[in-house]
Nanobody, 118 residues
């Protein structure tokens, strides 16, 4: 499994960004795809996940209402739409994948940096 995250950058507080994660290397019909982030000096935290088949989603409470996860099956790409960004959203955002029936996200992309200025 290869995952390539992109779309990060510098944005002002209150702005929006859309991250993309291009997936390749296999079919993902039996996978969950997720977004995680790691802020400077902090541990990596879960943001949201989506089941590739069916599109059911799960969000960490902190991001409900501001972030939206989605995927495009035809493009094998997952997205994270981030709105109303805050300086504390500054982090490296990673995409990841885990097979259904497993508990660990075993495949990771390289991360994309999001910087939110105040």
């Amino acid at each position: 499994v290869q995952l390539q995250a992109s779309g990060g950058g510098l944005v002002q507080a209150g702005g929006s960004l859309r991250l993309s994660c291009a997936a390749s290397g296999r079919t993902f019909s039996n996978y969950y795809m997720g977004w995680f982030r790691q802020a400077p000096g902090k541990e990596r935290e879960f943001v949201a996940s989506i089941r590739w088949t069916g599109g059911s989603t799960i969000y960490a409470n902190s991001f409900k209402g501001r972030f939206t996860i989605s995927r495009d099956n035809a493009k094998n790409t997952m997205y994270l739409q981030m709105n109303s960004l805050k300086p504390e959203d500054t982090a490296v955002y990673y995409c990841s994948a885990r097979a259904t029936g497993t508990s660990n996200y075993g495949s990771w992309g390289q991360g994309t940096l999001v910087t939110v200025s105040s």
